[in-house]
């Protein structure tokens, strides 16, 4: 675990997200309310469905969406929607105490690339990643 989340609130724009990204090289953020309780994140992966078409909206009127170079323009009218508004909010959370290989098995199973640590009252203390527990268990176990 590492316990420096990058953490954001839902009134945070996407432009502003995507700076985060961008500026500390991470893949999602957790959005916490103002006492420090997880209620949504957002990856990489909310960013692009929010600046992609639906596949509804893609079939319905797929003129309007084969026009990249328009597209792109558009991107910046799309910064100033807020995080609330494209954030994933079913968001699975652990406890810092839970077996690595039991929060690695349903980050697989669930294709999830980051989990919240929480801790009892529910409040963030920190995020796991895929990477981390890859590096650490390879590390640790195979002596590398």
Do not use: C, W
């Amino acid at each position: 675990m590492r316990k420096k989340a990058y953490t954001i609130s839902p009134d945070t724009t996407l432009r502003e997200v995507v700076r985060i990204l961008v500026k500390k090289d991470i893949s999602g953020v957790v959005v916490v309310d103002e006492n420090k309780k997880v209620i949504g994140i957002v990856s990489e992966k909310d960013v692009y469905r929010t600046i992609y078409p639906s596949y509804s909206e893609f079939y319905n009127s797929p003129e309007i969406f084969t026009d990249y170079k328009k597209q792109e323009d558009e991107i910046k009218s799309k910064g100033e929607i807020l995080a609330k508004d494209f954030m994933t909010t079913n968001v699975l959370t652990v406890d810092p105490k839970e077996a690595v290989m039991k929060v690695g098995a349903t980050m697989l199973a669930r294709n999830i690339h980051r989990l919240p640590v929480v801790d009892e009252q529910g409040k963030l203390v920190g995020i796991i990643t895929r990477g981390r527990i890859y590096h650490s268990l390879f590390k640790k176990k195979l002596g590398l």
